[in-house]
């Protein structure tokens, strides 16, 4: 559960408007989460963007997502 959990964020923080390369603190990264599941219509819609992005800019999605999965491991990204 907790892998799909972060998956999801992973997603929806990929499919937000937040910069590659920023270190947004908790609320940011909470409120960009939040945007994105509401303009992609669900984390699946987040994650058909990101499959859209994988597709169309594969040199580009590679490196935002693991700048997503950076900020959901630092240890502030979603705290309280």
């Excluded at 910069?19 to 994105?36: E, K, N, Y």
């Excluded at 699946?44 to 935002?64: F, I, S, W």
């Amino acid at each position: 559960m907790r892998s799909q959990l972060l998956s999801a964020r992973a997603a929806a923080l990929f499919a937000s408007d937040l910069p590659t390369g920023s270190r947004p603190g908790h609320a940011a990264v909470r409120a960009a989460i939040a945007a994105s599941v509401r303009t992609c219509g669900g984390t699946r819609g987040c994650v058909a963007a990101l499959a859209t992005a994988y597709g169309d800019c594969p040199e580009v999605a590679a490196p935002r997502m693991r700048w997503a999965l950076g900020v959901l491991a630092e240890p502030v990204a979603l705290a309280a």
